[in-house]
């Protein structure tokens, strides 16, 4: 069993929603800046979303304006909102912290279909 577990993922419409959820299992968690990463088949894990331990958050071009990275420091939770999503935001969602510190969760699917 690792410091990280992802859920809330599943099968979705195009134009759904979507709400991950991460429990890490680390301390000091308010310490360490956060961040969501997506994999898809024969890729490496790209960061789509990420929020530092002063809260500032950062997203990539393609969800920028429709996902939003949270936290809360003190039940040590990371989430994900994820709207309005499209087919090529379909991979397996890990949470980590940035720079990657721990060892990798099991992560959730999203599936997003057309």
């Known amino acids: 069993q690792g410091k990280l577990m992802e859920s809330g993922g599943g099968l979705v419409q195009v134009g759904g929603s979507l709400t991950l959820s991460c429990t890490a299992s680390v301390q000091p968690f308010n310490f360490y800046d956060m961040g969501w990463f997506r994999q898809t088949p024969g890729n490496q894990r790209e960061l789509v979303a990420s929020?530092?331990?002063?809260?500032?958050?950062s997203y990539n071009e393609g969800v920028e304006g429709r996902f939003t990275i949270s936290r809360d420091n003190a039940q040590k939770l990371l989430f994900l909102r994820m709207n309005s999503l499209k087919p090529e935001d379909s991979g397996r969602y890990f949470c980590n912290s940035i720079p990657n510190f721990f060892p990798w969760g099991q992560g959730t699917q999203v599936t997003v279909s057309s």
């Open positions: 929020i530092k331990s002063g809260l500032s958050t």
